[in-house]
């Protein structure tokens, strides 16, 4: 019996993002092997698996926080190979690659010593060296968009956890990236406090942001995501409209790992 999964990879004309042939191993760990992955820009793909599948090391690498050991990575107009003949990228391509991957992690990381708006406008001028005055414009006009006009003072500290991932998807947004990856931007927030959070990203998505995100909200990721993929130990085992790998699973790992959702 052939048990090699089937895979369609969707034919998109330019994807924004597309990741071939990709590979990552930690020590001897084999934690992705060969990953295609196209996204279509303005789309939403919701990447879903059991815990340590790799999904985390894919976001990685796509904003290339985790170097790949082969295959290739593609961002917009940057793409970069990797393994055996390739060039390293040069750190300049690199920290310009990866402001343009906007990333938002379940821990949010913001600068403790700093309010919302300093968190916001502090990689736009330092890294950008956008002139204070506009960052400012700018992150006020961010945090209004994400819901927290009326906490742009406030320290992180005196900030609830919905509140602290929303300043940090508006921090993630200053830097203008062209793609926005969420690493279960929700799983460490109380349930009360999970909705606000997904609003954001819906509204996001209903803009036109291109955006892979990692989720254990299969609801949401039925919504919300045009293409769902489904990994198992570092292979996508399947993929397709949202809905479909939902609500009719064709693989029985998947059609196993969304049981216990049901
Ligand atoms: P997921 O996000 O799906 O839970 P991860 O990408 O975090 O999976 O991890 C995939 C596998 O790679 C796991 O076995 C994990 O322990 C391992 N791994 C992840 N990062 C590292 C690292 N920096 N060093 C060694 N092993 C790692
Ligand atoms: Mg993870």
Redesign the pocket.
Known sequence: MDTTPKIETPEIETPKIEVAALRKQ??E?V?LKDINLKVAAGSVVALI??????????LRCINLL?TPDGGRVRVGEDSFAFGVGSKPPRTRELARFRTNTGMVFQHFNLFPHMTALGNVMEAPITVRKKPKAQAREQALALLAKVGLADKVDEYPSRLSGGQKQRVAIARALAMEPEVMLF?EATSALDPELVGEVLGVMQKLASEGMTMVI?THEIAFAREVADRVIF?RD?VVIEEGPARQVIDAPREPATQAFLGHFH
């Open positions: 930690f020590g760990l934690v698996g059991p815990s340590g599948s790799g999904k985390s090391t894919l985790v690493d990692v990994m570092g």
